[in-house]
């Protein structure tokens, strides 16, 4: 766009304000990213590139993997639904384990898993610190087994130098920073800490194998291709300066709860679709859509229908996945991964300053705090200033993974 052109809108905008201010058109994010009204070619970095992707196993001609919820306390009922699910179109599992979800024992992975073709889903185990899982998922040793330890999980190299090679080990849970409060920038400030220390323990080589990030996406659609790009960009970087310049992030999305309401939950239909948009064409490897009645308990059978649904619908009828990158070269879609980039980066070098990811006190006083002030604020935010006791409750009551 000429300069011409540009002045010619400007002077159109402000005659249609009718005497308001132009800026009463800009928009902030909670990291302070001006979102608008207009970005051109004169917004857009000087350097963008294709970023480079992952190679998830077991594709077979997807363009990202459907991942099954496996996580009701139940394990007679989450096998079954995993059978459901597999059988009406998923093609890999996300396995969560702990407080309100699977309680496993000795023999409770093979129930989870019978009936199940391993060999042929990758499966994801929810992020967590649990090494101990490393021995319980032993059985299923050719597998594609993602078993989601953190950074700082005891015995993480050696555990890594004994591995199935069909394994990784490591996720970096940054979506817990998101439903905690925090904003996109502490969100991947908070996986580039986690990936620094997964290199630091492991090394390039074993780096590059085993580390992977979960992320949230909500129903902001355009700020979630933003941040599933610049997790790629941020990942590279950091990867460049281990020596591992050819590695590629795993990259999990999953939808956010904080942005679900209890008070009419059909509506979260809506927000976990926008949600999946902003995964899938931002570049996720793996997705879980929360069923929409995940802040009011556990999901039925329909539940889990519509939230699986939902991705074979943007895959087989919409076709998203069928351009790699579809935001490379937008003038906004640019402008807003590099800016988001830099202030993600930015905070990351805070927080190693403070002591990187063995010492994140600070860090989440921060997310605190900056939870608050966005509470404090008069515009309505779901989950933060709307419906927010209805969600703490609901959750007490009958919360869900």
Known sequence: MTQSTRDIWRENAISALRGAE??????????????????????????VAPLPRSAPPLLAGRPWHICAPVRDPDIKFANAQLLRDLNGGASAARISIGNHALTLGANDVARIMEGVHTDLIPMNIAPHNNAPLFDLFKPLGKAHLNLGLSPDAPNLKALAKTAPSSWSLVTVNAAAMSEAGGTAAQELAYMAAGIAKAYRVLGAHLGAKHIGAELTTDQDGHMNIAKMRAARRIHARISDIFGADDAALTLHA??????????????????????GFGAVTGGADYITLRPFTDVIGHADEFGYRIARNMQLMMMEESHLGQVSDPAYGSYFHERMTDELAQAAWTEFQRIEGEGGFDDLSAFHARVAKGKTA??????????????????????????TV
């Open 22 to 47: 132009l800026e009463t058109l800009m928009r902030r994010t909670a990291d302070g990213i001006t979102r608008g009204p207009l970005s051109d070619e004169r917004d857009r970095p000087s350097s």
């Open 374 to 399: 966005r509470a404090e604020k008069s515009e309505p935010i779901l989950g933060v200033t709307l419906h927010l006791a209805e969600n703490v409750r609901a959750a007490k009551v009958r919360g």
């Open 254 to 275: 999953i939808s956010q709860k904080r942005m679900m309401q209890s008070i009419d939950p059909w509506t979260n239909m809506l927000r976990v679709m926008s949600a």
